[in-house]
């Protein structure tokens, strides 16, 4: 048993430790009920202050750059057979604004038109790419999933299937691979153009680490339009695009692709990242000296907040400016606006024009030289 004085050193130890309570007396919860809001408060019909969240320092997105959400039939039976056959899409991936515009097709048109003037971006070999370019959304990694052997025959058909006029195919970088994926992309177009070969075919393409041999496989697969972009210029690429990409290494990509039989070659730059006038004019002029015949150009916007920030966004009407001043240097077409990207379906609808017109010159070329008639000739036209 404890004795007196161990008691009270004891208690003196407890009350040291103890919280001193406070002196005033704290309100019952059914008192705080009572001061708050009633509902006569709630139904007086006075405005109360306006409550907002979020940034509000943060700049915001101007009218021109704000889309719908898609609803069409068009739309839902892509994503659909996309579902199914476990493709991917750039449209998805890269949050593009388009999405509801090319996925769509055209109003008032019966299903198979709507899908012929749809436009979908397939992304080859998986979702993950080896590269961290500081403004795209795609997921990233140093050892991607490996190939799917079945993707080049499912893409075909799910093309094949869909009744489109006009595909465009990109892929992630695979710089893993030995060949960085040429030989599944150049197999997948030949797959598409065996099963359906009434379908113009654009292959927006990596750099495949400036090994031009891959990039002569690619030209040579059969497709119609050889892309790759140029993403931004050459003062800025290594502030925008990852390291392993540089301004000269795609020129080279475009230029050998026109060399080795490309019909069209084409690319895209985004504006708003911090570009001069003056830089822009140096690089339309770096891709006329290699002979690009499309360029795009389109607004960046941010994707994440992990990602590099706007610099600016830029007006229509410096857009439209841009598209003059590529056409007047010779640009075979030139889409420019806010929301367009590199794969953009009004300037695919030019080009598919543009495609099918030199076919049709090509083949009228060769029935003159063979001595053909004037009524052979008409059937050309």
């Not at 598919?352 to 090509?362: M, W």
């Amino acid at each position: 048993m404890l004795s007196r004085t161990s008691r009270l050193r004891l208690l003196s130890h407890v009350r040291c430790l103890a919280t001193p309570s406070s002196t005033t007396p704290q309100p019952r919860f059914a008192e705080k009920l009572d001061a708050g809001p009633s509902f006569d408060d709630f139904v007086s019909g006075e405005q109360p202050d306006r409550v907002v969240l979020g940034n509000t320092k943060a700049e915001r997105l101007p009218s021109f750059l704000k889309t719908t959400i898609p609803t069409s039939e068009s739309y839902k039976k892509i994503k659909r057979d996309l579902r199914g056959l476990g493709l991917h899409t750039v449209c998805e991936e890269a949050r593009c604004p388009n999405i509801g515009d090319c996925w769509g097709g055209k109003e008032g048109m019966t299903d198979a038109e709507g899908r012929s003037a749809a436009t979908a971006t397939i992304m080859l070999m998986g979702d993950t790419c080896t590269r961290g370019c500081r403004f795209c959304s795609v997921k990233t990694s140093r050892t991607p999933p490996p190939l799917d052997p079945h993707e080049p025959e499912n893409t075909a058909e799910a093309i094949s299937r869909w009744g489109l006029g006009y595909i465009v195919l990109t892929t992630v970088d695979r710089d893993d691979l030995v060949d960085g994926g040429a030989h599944h992309f150049a197999e997948t177009i030949m797959k598409i153009k065996s099963k359906a070969p009434q379908i113009l075919v654009e292959a927006l393409t990596g750099d495949f680490q400036g090994d031009l041999q891959h990039v002569s496989l690619l030209a040579k697969s059969g497709l119609d339009v050889y892309a790759h972009n140029v993403e931004t210029v050459e003062e800025l690429t290594p502030f925008v695009r990852d390291r392993r990409a540089t301004f000269r290494q795609s020129l080279k990509v475009l230029e050998h692709a026109k060399k080795e039989g490309a019909r069209v070659t084409k690319t895209s730059i985004m504006l708003g990242v911090g570009e001069t006038k003056e830089q822009l004019m140096n690089t339309l002029r770096e891709l006329r000296k290699v002979n690009v015949d499309v360029v795009t150009f389109g607004q960046y916007m941010r994707p994440t907040k992990r990602h590099m920030k706007v610099d600016r966004y830029v007006e229509p009407a410096e857009f439209d400016e841009w598209k003059r001043v590529a056409e007047d240097m010779g640009f075979l077409y030139v889409a420019s606006g806010p929301l367009v990207r590199s794969s953009y379906k009004a300037g695919e609808y030019f080009i598919e024009n543009v495609l099918r017109g030199k076919s049709g010159e090509n083949k009228a070329k060769r029935l003159v030289s063979s001595g053909a008639t004037s009524s052979d000739l008409e059937s050309t036209i």
